[in-house]
């Protein structure tokens, strides 16, 4: 019993990792005022991309350099649609995910002739045996740390949150809004970008077809049940974490204590587990009213 | 109805530039590929037309809720959750239209308690609709892996009986039944958005939930109204592709999967409308097919088209793009 509340826990704080990454950027971005439900397309394709360049050179950290990277230039792309264009930053994120998926999965395909995986990549090595403990864990929180004193304890964070709460008076304020925006944007596309990398050379080991299954939305719930504090994601993401880690523990346990049951299919409904998770925590816990006011409005300057 | 139409002809041709690109830097013959694409798309009618039905209902999904301004990216789970109540009320009762109406009321329910989550709880609908997707899609794997497989054949599920089937509807010209009945529900909801009262309201709702609150009328239950008619109409092409075209679901629902998603793109090319609908859903059909038989004459994966319609929907969210365009002109 012990051992198995060490193993899960364990389980969790690998599984916390992409999803804290993930919701701190966004909610850099969106306390900007910018919305970027494209998280998944993110994740997916930097994971591709960092499996690809770790593959090749055989370094896991230039994978994970290569998965900020790909986020870098995905949180470009649409930052440039959504504060110079003013598009609608909904259907780009949409559209984002969508191409993503179809690009990475043309790479998979296009690289190693396979349909549902890349051979395995060199990985970040775990320490603190007998826990895994993936050295991108305190790296994490301290980003989660950082981001919360930068937002709420600087005067550049402030300036970033008037972006989101009241373009017009932050631009009173000498505020070049549209420019904040484009940066909160990035900077929250390139931690999700280390997030996807990190599914890769930090935890899986290599690149599959459902890699990123669902994380990049979870992430958003994550955004949305911590009232957009970055110190508060990092215990939402150790709960989805451990939903995480339940799902992919108990179809293995179940199946020692009787092993006349497949795998397989017993694995398929307990994959249920961590979204039936968000879906209950977010109905009944989430509280309105607490998101940025001007959250997905394109600011046009007078 | 210029700038639509300069719009939509816009994305199509950026993102075709895009895919084209990437397919040369991929090392494929782009050229080539693209022949293939659109000339295999195009040389099967009736596959087109089989094809075309399932987008266009899922097209609806998305765009109907959308012009009351909610976001029902939902559609893959209710085009799930319609093709499994009717494979199982079909193998029931051998009867097809008990199935489509079971398979219309089980999408429904599902956009339905989407809309109350949202309207309720101030949940936003994206965050909800992706994990129900997720929790419909592993719970019909797991169904059909365990519950409902053929024991004749293992990698499918139980059939869609002989006289639930839906045939041609006429056979020597090869009209596949189900498309008429997908254009003619276009239709309606075009009539029912557009000249109806009820379309009326949604349509305001839409433009201004405070406008429409002030002229009396009731935001929420528009939103309500409308995720119920978009997942019905999701449900229904679960409903038609499994009656009229799979007739079972296989194990790894290759056959489904995807589906609700395209109907997002083709949705935004359709400009929500259901007419532009109708257009959008037999092009994207197109990009689908010949992006199959892509796979099998120049070894492309079919993700090339998903690659393809994603690239023309993130053109599409940015009219701008359109007026860079015409200034530089």
Known sequence: ???????????????????????????????????????????????????????????????????????????????????????????????????????????????????????????????????????????????????????????????????????????????????????????????????????????????TRHISAGRGFIALAIVALSGWNPALAIAGSFIFGFFDAISLYLPVKIQLINPGLNLTSLSYIFRIIPYLGVLIIVSFFFRRGRAPRDLGRPYIKE | MRKVILEVSLSIILSFLIGYTTLILMGYDATKVFSIVIREGLSNPTYLMIRSTPLILTALAFSIPSLVGVFNIGGEGQFYLGALSSLLIAHITGNSLLSIITGMAAGGLLSVLIAVIKVKRGVNEVVTSIMFNWIIYFSLLYLISTYLFDPLMPYQSISVPKTARI?????????????????????????????????????VVGISPKAARYAGFDPESSIILSMLIGGAMGGLGGSLLILGHTHAIDSTMSGLYGMGFAGIGAGLLGRNNPIGIILSSIFLSMLIIGGEAAELRARVPTELADALIGMIVIVLSAPYIVRLVRVRR
């Not at chain 1, 690998?14 to 998280?39: D, F």
């Not at chain 1, 008076?169 to 070049?176: K, Q, S, T």
Request: hydrophobic share 55%; glycine share 12%.
């Open chain 1, 1 to 207: 019993m012990i051992e198995d509340i060490v193993s899960l826990t364990s389980q969790a704080l690998v599984a916390m990792i992409p999803l804290l990454l993930a919701s701190v950027g966004e909610i850099v971005t969106e306390r900007s005022g910018v919305v970027n439900i494209g998280l998944e397309g993110i994740l997916i394709l930097s994971a591709f991309i960092s499996s690809l360049v770790t593959f090749s050179t055989n370094d896991p950290y230039l994978g994970l350099l290569a998965g900020a990277l790909s986020g870098l230039s995905a949180g470009l792309l649409h930052g440039f649609i959504s504060v110079y264009l003013r598009g609608d930053q909904i259907i780009a994120g949409v559209g984002f995910n969508t191409f993503a998926y179809g690009i990475s999965i043309l790479g998979l395909i296009n690289t190693w002739g396979h349909h549902g995986a890349s051979p395995m990549v060199s990985k970040v090595p775990f320490f603190g045996a007998p826990l895994y403990i993936s050295p991108l864990l305190p790296v994490a929180f301290m980003i989660a740390i950082i981001c919360w004193f930068w937002l709420f304890r600087t005067s550049s964070g402030l300036r970033l949150r008037a972006c989101g709460e009241d373009p017009r008076a932050a631009e009173a304020m000498g505020v070049n809004v549209l420019r904040m925006r484009l940066l909160a944007t990035i900077i929250g596309a390139t931690l999700t970008g280390i997030g996807g990398a990190y599914i890769v050379v930090g935890w899986i080991g290599q690149f």
């Open chain 2, 167 to 203: 045939d041609y509807l006429i056979v020597h010209i090869q009209i596949p039944a189900i498309f008429p009945i997908a254009v003619l529900t276009s239709l309606v909801m075009y009539f029912l958005l557009y000249h109806s009262a009820l379309g009326y309201k949604m349509r």
